[in-house]
């Protein structure tokens, strides 16, 4: 099956392709660097050609509220529109969980309205809504710190190791269409108070299961996520690295 992963350099989408190669499929890393871009159209007709599935995991290069609308709007406006002239028969996009509860924030309305434009098309369509990547833990550390102080919310996080996303999207992908939303999140809540003051989180007695998985493997990759998260958390905190926004990286720009 010929897959077009748009953002295919990116954390998520990088990994994406190499599964669904691994699996046997032909997947296509689509962004800017291999002349294709969701924002402008350029390569985007040629890209399709022949695709069953086309995987949206970019992101908007800039954080500032009209440009991010602009990007999500723009890019996925001409998605849908070559993928109708292409004949592809699932459009899947990543987004994050809880995006209509976080509206006071450009990205999740710039999110939200994407989510509108695709439920709105003629194509079957998945949408997926990951909880926040351990990869980015320290970026949301670093966001969030002024001078000496690190403001925090009190809520709590669940996240998943960026190699787990990319699996569930891959799964997801080769699938049928659902023509709705799926959620998926990491085993375990904890708070960011607790995990980002001690600079490394460790439950006691924690069973780190995912349900209908080899628990034992996916433990372990969720583990080395959480403690290379901490780790380099623990690192920005001693001023040995900088940091950028918490989301920004996480997908490629399209």
């Given at each position: 099956?010929?897959?077009?992963?748009?953002?295919?350099?990116?954390?998520?989408?990088?990994?994406?392709?190499?599964?669904?190669?691994?699996?046997g499929?032909?997947?296509?890393?689509?962004?800017?660097?291999?002349?294709?871009?969701?924002?402008t159209?350029e390569?985007?007709?040629?890209?399709?050609?022949?695709?069953?599935?086309?995987?949206?995991v970019?992101?908007?290069?800039?954080?500032?509220?009209?440009?991010v609308?602009?990007?999500?709007e723009?890019?996925t406006?001409?998605?849908?529109?070559?993928?109708?002239?292409?004949?592809?028969?699932?459009?899947?996009?990543?987004?994050?969980?809880?995006t209509?509860?976080?509206?006071a924030?450009?990205?999740?309305?710039?999110?939200?309205?994407?989510?509108t434009?695709?439920?709105?098309?003629?194509?079957?369509?998945?949408?997926?809504?990951?909880?926040?990547?351990f990869?980015?833990?320290?970026?949301?550390?670093?966001?969030s710190?002024?001078g000496?102080?690190?403001?925090?919310?009190?809520?709590?996080?669940?996240?998943?190791?960026a190699?787990?996303?990319a699996?569930?999207?891959?799964?997801i992908a080769?699938?049928?269409?659902?023509n709705g939303?799926v959620?998926?999140?990491?085993?375990?809540?904890?708070?960011?108070?607790?995990?980002?003051?001690?600079?490394?989180?460790?439950?006691?007695g924690?069973?780190?299961?995912?349900?209908?998985?080899?628990?034992?493997?996916?433990s372990?990759?969720?583990?080395?996520?959480?403690?290379?998260?901490?780790?380099?958390?623990?690192h920005?905190?001693r001023?040995?690295?900088?940091?950028?926004?918490?989301?920004?990286?996480?997908?490629?720009s399209?």
């Amino acid at each position: 099956m010929k897959i077009v992963v748009i953002g295919g350099s990116g954390l998520i989408g990088s990994r994406l392709v190499s599964k669904l190669r691994e699996q046997g499929h032909e997947a296509v890393a689509a962004s800017p660097n291999s002349g294709v871009n969701s924002l402008t159209g350029e390569g985007l007709a040629e890209a399709l050609k022949g695709a069953s599935v086309v995987v949206d995991v970019t992101n908007s290069p800039s954080w500032e509220d009209a440009a991010v609308m602009k990007f999500f709007e723009t890019s996925t406006r001409n998605l849908l529109a070559y993928e109708a002239a292409a004949g592809v028969g699932h459009h899947v996009a990543l987004s994050v969980v809880g995006t209509e509860r976080l509206l006071a924030s450009g990205f999740f309305r710039a999110k939200m309205a994407q989510e509108t434009l695709i439920k709105g098309s003629s194509i079957p369509y998945t949408i997926i809504r990951a909880t926040q990547f351990f990869e980015f833990v320290k970026g949301i550390a670093d966001f969030s710190t002024e001078g000496n102080k690190v403001r925090l919310p009190t809520a709590l996080i669940q996240p998943m190791a960026a190699d787990d996303v990319a699996s569930a999207v891959g799964r997801i992908a080769t699938g049928s269409p659902v023509n709705g939303t799926v959620e998926v999140g990491g085993p375990e809540k904890f708070g960011r108070t607790q995990g980002f003051a001690r600079g490394c989180y460790r439950p006691e007695g924690a069973l780190l299961r995912y349900r209908g998985e080899r628990e034992d493997a996916r433990s372990r990759r969720w583990r080395s996520a959480r403690r290379d998260a901490f780790r380099n958390l623990a690192h920005s905190v001693r001023g040995e690295s900088g940091g950028g926004h918490p989301l920004m990286d996480a997908t490629d720009s399209g």
